[in-house]
């Protein structure tokens, strides 16, 4: 299989309640930098053949020598990112397509993943690549935990209590055929129609597309607030422990 990872680490964190300039996905867990830990298993996945990031600009030195000193040949280009999520990801897109015509080379999947995530494993990357290659799109998900429930029309009140066992949280790296995701991304670029993920584009402009589930358990977390780096250490003294 050929895949290309596109990541996407260019929020600046609000809910990390992080200073001026600094990155959540900068912050160290474990001794690395939590993009560290994400390179690193996109690195290890065989499926994947080239990894391009989209991040702040002023960030590129540092995932440049990252890189080098790491041994992780796959970096491909280094994208500067955009406003929103969505748009990092597309200038991702433009320049995957710009490659393509000037060398023809095409990928079989795109996997769009989130750079604060650093826990996927190289295992599960291989084989929601498969999946989206045989299904067309493959998302990762896990059950909730908690009873979830509407919020009212008033927003201060409960309305209805959903079905947990029809509920699944979503994760990344989300994987879809190439042309499907390059598609959807320029549709939503025409009509200015921005979602939460890769997932809910393809949603909207191929209804008749299935996207496969692949459950996973609860280790491929995103750091999001400084509630989550003390979980982290501890998810990462577990993986530790047992490689």
């Known amino acids: 299989m050929h895949a290309i990872a596109i990541i996407a680490a260019s929020g600046i964190g609000k809910r990390m309640q992080l200073k001026e300039g600094e990155s959540k996905q900068l912050l160290e867990v474990g001794g690395f930098p939590v993009i560290h830990h994400t390179l690193k298993a996109f690195q290890m996945a065989s499926s994947v053949q080239a990894i391009y990031i989209a991040t702040r600009i002023e960030n590129r030195a540092i995932l440049e020598g990252m890189a080098a000193e790491s041994g992780f040949s796959k970096l491909k280009a280094i994208i500067e990112g955009g406003a929103e999520r969505q748009d990092s990801v597309y200038n991702c897109i433009k320049a995957l ?18 750079g604060a995530r650093p826990f996927i494993t190289p295992e599960e990357i291989d084989e929601i690549s498969r999946l989206a290659m045989q299904y067309g799109a493959c998302v990762p998900a896990n ?3 908690d009873t979830i429930k509407y919020v009212g029309i008033n927003q201060e009140f409960f309305g209805e209590t959903l079905d947990r066992s029809k509920l699944l949280q979503v994760q990344t790296p989300q994987g879809f055929q190439s042309r499907l995701l390059v598609q959807a991304h320029e549709q939503a ?3 200015g129609w921005y979602a939460t993920d890769d997932a809910a584009l393809v949603e909207r402009f191929f209804p008749q597309q299935p996207v496969k ?8 977390i995103k750091i999001t607030t400084p509630e989550d780096i003390p979980v982290a250490e501890a ?4 993986i530790s422990a047992r490689s």
């Open 213 to 220: 589930i692949f459950e996973t358990g609860y280790h491929n």
């Open 97 to 114: 397509e710009a490659e393509r015509r000037t060398t023809g080379c095409v990928a079989e999947t795109i996997l769009v993943h989130d």
């Open 235 to 238: 998810i990462f003294r577990q």
């Open 143 to 145: 059950r909730p935990k």
């Open 189 to 191: 670029e025409l009509e």
